[in-house]
């Protein structure tokens, strides 16, 4: 089966230089590629009568656009009546002889042959390095033209860049590191954290920077299949994500959140770090250090949240033999609060900045992360994963089905009809866990038992002081939530490093 698995480099400093190098060539040249589709797109004459005199980005009419066999008009083939530049020689062979035009990125990878030639920046860069980030292009205009993605940007900085398959080649390894062969680069050591025993096949490489790390991403052939997908589930697991805990699971355990980012510490730290980087004199050698240094910090709490989120996802697929989880449009959650008019031409307090909050710590949560997290450890297990429609699942009882808004009080949740009590996000995992277990009818599981346990009453009397201005304004946009969960003061040891965090911040 193809995996991907992900080692750390240990690069020389001269490597370090070259593959820097190689990123900036390759960002000016993937920007300019675009330039020269979109100003093609743009400038191309659409009047059949005059003759084109130019060929790039050419295009059909959307409508016709499998005619072309393309997707889209800024890579598409070129016209009928589109002509190619007088100094480029193309051809492309077919099997039907050779004619005079080609798609897009087959002209820009020609002319990037061309440019080989020409500059010496682009003459270190492997060849096939090149082509691939034309072909990433590409990727990214299928992905604004299919998938509803956003239209490929110039970028201001360029992370990765790739090889294609069988180029990269592994030369030995030790218990501790490895040697890889990097076309263009030379021998590059890694971090040997896997068993490299297993490789059958290396197949594209990624080569990643990340603040001063550099990874590669190999796309490799390991033996063996993913299990089959069980279908007779002795046991169901259902999740309830939230902000508070991370994860309640429906046998009544919870996974804290850490808050990498949003936690008073660190939130804190990363405030100062941008601020003082921010205000270093622009183009200086002081700002790019501030900057590398804020970088060095979020990729160290990135670390951290994807290690937490994988300890997460392997407690949760362990539990049992399904995994229900809500299916959450966690896009639609972290929404800005809409505007509200006062009818005066003014504007009203809508919680704009309360939701701004909560939208950060959504964020950090990285709950989309953690799905996809329990998706691979199940599908490797050969567990189903489910979502099921998140609607009510925190208000809904689970003993006499009675749904209301204010069952739910905080952490708790109180049955306004019958006084069923429990912990809000352990029933509502259950709920999810029962969902999912409707549709497996020989499921010989019970629901765990109630615990009916609320954990005291404290935790809703320290009540936000840290956001006073988040209290104004509850009302909006904050469904699935109780905007009091988040406002819960973050109550673990961080003391050390500054205010205590139940003391009002004085924004
Ligand atoms: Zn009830």
Request: glycine residues 6%; proline residues 3%.
């Amino acid at each position: 089966m193809q995996v991907r698995w992900n080692f750390k480099f240990k690069p020389n400093q001269t490597q370090i230089i070259k593959m820097s190098e190689w990123l900036i060539s390759l960002r000016k040249h993937r920007n300019y590629a675009l330039r020269e589709r979109e100003t093609g797109y743009n400038t191309n004459n659409q009047n059949a009568d005059t003759p084109v005199s130019y060929a790039w980005g050419s295009y059909c009419d959307l409508e016709s656009r499998i005619e072309y066999g393309a997707n889209c008009p800024l890579t598409c083939p070129v016209l009928k009546h589109g002509v190619i530049p007088s100094d480029l020689s193309l051809a492309l062979k077919t099997s039907s002889g050779i004619i005079k035009w080609d798609i897009a990125s087959g002209i820009q990878m020609k002319v990037t042959t061309q440019l080989r030639h020409q500059y010496c920046s682009f003459e270190n860069i492997d060849s096939d390095v090149l082509q691939r980030n034309i072909a990433l292009l590409d990727t990214a205009f299928n992905n604004f033209w299919r998938h509803g993605r956003g239209f490929p940007q110039y970028l201001r900085k360029l992370d990765s860049f790739e090889y294609k398959p069988g180029r990269v080649k592994l030369i030995n390894f030790v218990d501790s590191y490895a040697t890889v062969y990097l076309p263009g680069i030379g021998n590059v050591k890694m971090f040997n954290s896997r068993d490299l025993n297993l490789i059958k096949e290396i197949r594209t490489c990624t080569v990643k920077r990340s603040a001063d790390n550099w990874h590669i991403s190999m796309l490799i052939e390991i033996p063996g299949e993913l299990p089959e997908v069980k279908t007779k589930i002795k046991s169901v697991v259902g999740i309830d994500v939230g902000v508070n805990r991370l994860v309640a699971l429906s046998d009544g355990s919870f996974v804290e959140n850490i808050r990498a980012t949003t936690n008073t510490r660190n939130a804190r730290r990363l405030a100062m770090r941008q601020r003082a980087a921010s205000r270093k004199i622009n183009g200086s050698k002081n700002k790019a250090k501030a900057y590398q240094k804020l970088a060095k910090m979020q990729h160290k709490l990135t670390q951290k949240r994807n290690g937490h989120n994988w300890q997460a996802a392997s407690k949760i697929v362990k539990t049992a033999d399904a995994v229900g989880r809500e299916d959450l449009k966690i896009t639609n959650m972290v929404k800005r609060a809409k505007p509200k008019h006062n009818g005066k031409g003014g504007y009203l307090k809508n919680g704009a900045s309360a939701k701004t909050g909560l939208n950060k710590v959504i964020l950090d949560c990285g709950w989309g992360d953690l799905f996809n997290k329990i998706a691979w450890l199940a599908a490797k297990s050969g567990k189903p994963v489910i979502a099921v429609d998140p609607k009510y699942s925190s208000q809904e009882c689970p003993k006499c089905k009675h749904i209301d808004k204010k069952n739910r009080s905080g952490e708790k949740f109180i049955c306004t009809n019958c006084g069923y009590a429990d912990h809000a996000d352990t029933k509502a995992s259950r709920i999810v866990a029962k969902k999912v277990g409707l549709l497996f009818p020989s499921k010989t599981k019970k629901l765990p038992r109630d615990s009916r346990k609320v954990t005291p009453s404290r935790y809703q009397s320290s009540v936000v002081e840290t956001r006073n201005h988040a209290l104004e304004q509850l009302n909006t946009q904050l469904s699935l939530f109780d905007l009091t969960d988040y406002m819960i003061a973050d109550n673990r040891e961080s003391r050390k490093y500054g205010r205590k965090s139940g003391e009002s911040l004085s924004l």
